[in-house]
């Protein structure tokens, strides 16, 4: 069935650092991953998307690569700033729906100053 | 140009009882999606509104139930509530069913 996974739950992370987050989904037909921020009662935010016809793509400081074989996909944060504090998610869509997405768990980056 | 809102932002109902949630989309979008957001957990897929019709369901009974209004306005309507149906309903705006979802801020439901 449709699944994404989620790794890892909590990142902390020092400022400046970088930080990486990584999904993997089980339906081979997916074809859309976007991202999402939540910050602390708020609406999640699209931050940045792939589809399954490019490898990777950047914008400015975040950066997701997929690698449609291994079926994963990973979300990097550069040069971290405290205001990158946020739980994350990843999400596919999944291969025979026009917009359902499937979304990971989360993952709570905290970043120290 | 407006975002993604949503009618009302906190919602107290007993269980038994049915209520109404209300989603506007961004301006220029014509589809809407539902999840349900239990603490600490990603959204879960409800379902979706395009062209005046559910288009996609997920793994929810049939105490849930929504509309799409003409001008692509949404309701979310869930019957008999149950405890565990407290959660943040999201509602997330696009063009055309695969385009990019914008959400809105949510309506947070107690059930008591």
């Known amino acids: 069935g449709e699944n994404v996974e989620q790794h890892p739950s909590t990142l902390s992370v020092q400022e400046g650092d970088s930080a990486v987050i990584k999904c993997t989904y089980s339906?081979?037909?997916?074809?859309?991953f976007p991202w999402y921020k939540q910050e602390l009662g708020k609406r999640p935010q699209l931050i940045i998307d792939?589809?399954?016809?490019?490898g990777e793509k950047k914008d400015q400081r975040i950066a997701v690569t997929l690698n449609k074989t291994a079926k994963h996909f990973s979300l990097h944060i550069t040069e971290t700033q405290p205001e990158d504090s946020a739980v994350y998610f990843c999400a596919a869509r999944v291969g025979d729906s026009w917009g359902k997405l499937q979304f990971g768990a989360g993952t709570q980056v905290v970043v120290t100053p | 140009d407006a975002g993604v809102t949503q009618s009302p932002t906190h919602l107290i109902k007993t269980r038994g009882q049915q209520v109404t949630l209300r989603c506007s989309p961004k301006s220029g979008h014509d589809t809407v999606s539902w999840y349900q957001q239990a603490l600490g957990q990603g959204p879960q897929f409800i379902f979706q509104?395009?062209?005046?019709?559910?288009?996609q369901r997920g793994n929810f009974p049939d105490r849930f139930s929504g509309h799409q209004f003409p001008n692509y306005s949404s309701e979310l309507n869930v019957n008999a509530l149950l405890l565990g149906d407290s959660a943040l309903y999201l509602c997330?705006?696009?063009?055309?069913?695969?385009?990019?979802?914008?959400f809105g801020p949510g309506t947070r439901l107690t059930v008591t």
């Open positions: 792939i589809r399954s016809n490019v």
């Open positions: 339906d081979s037909a997916s074809n859309y």
């Open positions: 509104y395009y062209e005046e019709e559910e288009r």
């Open positions: 997330a705006s696009s063009f055309t069913q695969g385009g990019e979802q914008y």
